[in-house]
């Protein structure tokens, strides 16, 4: 992976796991430079912001933790998108590791780690914190054998965010521990952790589930409702007071188990010095009475290993003369025991003399032993029953030795030895076998995963299917199937729902584009925002994917819309000119309107105001109103050529008229206007000028 540090402090070096709610790595605080882990949430969980919260909430309150038996968390926080806990790093495996392929742990090992799984809840419960996710891939077992507790508060936070029990890699793999009020949706208290402790305490000892199923519903409904478990003390060899603990631990009702953690430890703690012993914990005397306070121990129970030698018990009275009588019998049967013994001892050298070759001081025929390992075993024992020798055959499972060969023998070949000696052959079985768990449901990459730690290759195949995008559909052989190690599993995994055709959007109204690409369950995404002088606002200009390219179910188009016509800063061209401000206006695209206003004390012609005013957005093609000053009488344009005085009138706010001719002043001249000169007229009207000389004839 691609060395990557979180908040500038947190270094991540490797990923040790992952899960239907996050990854976790190894990494390094570089501040206090102390090893830890690092659990990244997933994308589906960081996205949702109700489980965020939550999530800060129960991790926050776990970080107040502080116990022996209880995964320390040391930080909580974010990255970009990314949410983070810093835990402490244990060095070991997990308890789910340890009892993989139906391992047992020793009755002394299962009894020291529920003691400490226990102190730790008990520990936790004190301070108002339930687990509500104990099962074995939440306990860490250090090299040095002692417990921690993790995920504390966060299973909370998951089981708010969700209540499907097939989301794959969440809670799918607790249900199997899951308590039957949990499975209810009702409310939980201590005694439901101790329920799922009770099925970790099961699987301990007997390396199997209390429950199994198809489905996880199916368990679920099992766990609320069929019978209590029972161990099978006769077969498993345990004590009937670890199997009385656990029968109350997996009781339906939560007033039925045991009322704390403290209370299983100490029970766990008592079942180690007295095994036989099973009132205190035994749910059926309860059930039909109050309990003795005379401890009752279980009649004629199985014999036990034991690593002290048995003792007879010393008594007085006449249990002593009944001792004594039965050491005197026991004497006389020594003697004759001896005397038998040395009868049979006797027959057997005077045979061994009388048959064997050569006599009694001669050397006794001897046979080499041939070298049979590689061999079929059924060879192997042929040859040697030809040469003389008497076979014994042990089958053991290799990975490298095929099947029904010879691995070892005992003695070694080469070896001169009697006739009759017996060889002992070690055959290969083949491989181990693995009986595989119902992978259905659980995610790709979960049952990747569990396949490769047990030495299985996965082949993977895809389709689609209405489950959840990498969930496992099938798989064969099928569950609880003997397989041999390094042998295929073909699994089927969902590709998600069957993908759609994107839809045209180009030119459509957002509205429309919207309701198109939801009738196909495809979200739409604005992308960008284009001006565009010819596509009027809110209609797609482009789109990606194009038209008619695969897109999954609930997947988006990304699309760009026009936003109309551009928008043009409104420049000042007060103090301007009308022409000079309507030429300003109409090189950046926007048209002049005129309006007068009669004020003799400004400048003719020039802009006294102007709407929208300096500094405003408009779309390209608007207008802006000018005010423009004119003193309202018409100015005196005698003398001055046509073309200046129609300037000098159009400026003073008045339009030009047909001009007239007269032989008057000088030629090509204005002589007059009509009205004359300096006579008061409202702006807009129109003036006619008199030029002096005759019309030029149209040509």
Known sequence: ??????????????????????????????????????????????????????????????????????????????????????????????????????????????????????????????????????????????????????????????????????????????????????????????????????????????????????????????????????????????????????????????????????????????????????????????????????????????????????????????????????????RVLLVAFVAIFALVAAATLGYYVTSRPGGLFESPRTIALANVVGTRAEDAQRALADAGFTTNVETVSSERVAAHRVIKQSPAPNGALAPGTLVTLVVSAGPPTISLLDLRHYSIDDAQRYLKNAKLVPRVSSIYDDSPKGTVLTQKPAANASVPIHSSVALVVSRGMRPVDAPDLVSMTLNDARAAAAARHLKLVIGERDPSDSIPADVVTSQSPQAGSQIERDGAIDVVISSGAPQITVPYVGGKSAADAAGTLGALGIAATIEYVVDPTAGVGTVLKQTPEPNVAVRKGSAVTLAVAVPGTVPDVAGKSPDDARAMLQNAGYKIGNNAYVQEGTEGSVARTEPVAGSSLRPGETVTLYVSGTPTAPQ
């Open 1 to 330: 992976m691609t060395e990557r540090t979180l908040s500038d402090r947190y270094r991540l070096e490797g990923r040790i796991g992952q899960g239907g709610m996050a990854i976790v790595y190894a990494g390094m605080d570089t501040v206090l430079r102390r090893r830890v882990a690092i659990k990244v949430l997933r994308d589906h969980l960081a996205a949702d912001a109700d489980f965020v919260a939550r999530f800060y909430s129960e991790a926050q309150h776990a970080a107040k933790l502080s116990h022996p038996n209880i995964v320390s968390v040391y930080d909580v926080g974010r990255e970009g998108e990314a949410y983070y806990i810093v835990m402490e790093l244990v060095d070991g495996a997990t308890l789910g590791e340890m009892l993989e392929h139906g391992t047992r742990l020793p009755e002394g090992v299962a009894i020291d780690f529920g003691a400490q799984i226990c102190n730790g809840l008990s520990y936790a419960h004190r301070q108002g914190l339930l687990h509500r996710d104990i099962k074995p891939a939440n306990i860490l077992v250090t090299k040095d054998d002692v417990v921690k507790l993790s995920d504390f508060g966060i299973a909370r936070a998951v089981s708010s965010q969700t209540a499907s029990m097939t989301q794959p890699g969440m809670v799918m793999g607790s249900v199997y521990y899951i308590s039957p009020e949990q499975a209810q949706g009702h409310e939980l208290a201590a005694t439901s952790d101790l329920y799922s402790f009770g099925v970790v305490l099961y699987q301990m000892l007997s390396g199997k589930l209390p429950y199994t199923g198809e489905s996880p519903i199916t368990i679920a409904l099992k766990h609320v409702s069929s019978p209590v478990p029972e161990l099978d003390r006769d077969t498993l060899a345990i004590a009937p007071a670890l199997a009385a603990i656990v029968g109350k631990l997996l009781q339906k009702t939560p007033s039925d188990r045991f009322a704390s953690a403290s209370d299983v430890a100490r029970a766990l703690r008592q079942a180690r010095e007295n095994p036989l012993i099973t009132t205190p914990f035994d749910v059926r005397a309860a059930a039909t009475g109050p309990i003795p306070s005379v401890a009752r121990t279980m009649p004629n129970p199985k014999p036990r290993p034991s690593p002290q030698p048995d003792r007879r018990a010393t008594v007085v009275d006449d249990d002593v003369v009944r001792d004594d009588v039965r050491a005197g019998s026991n």
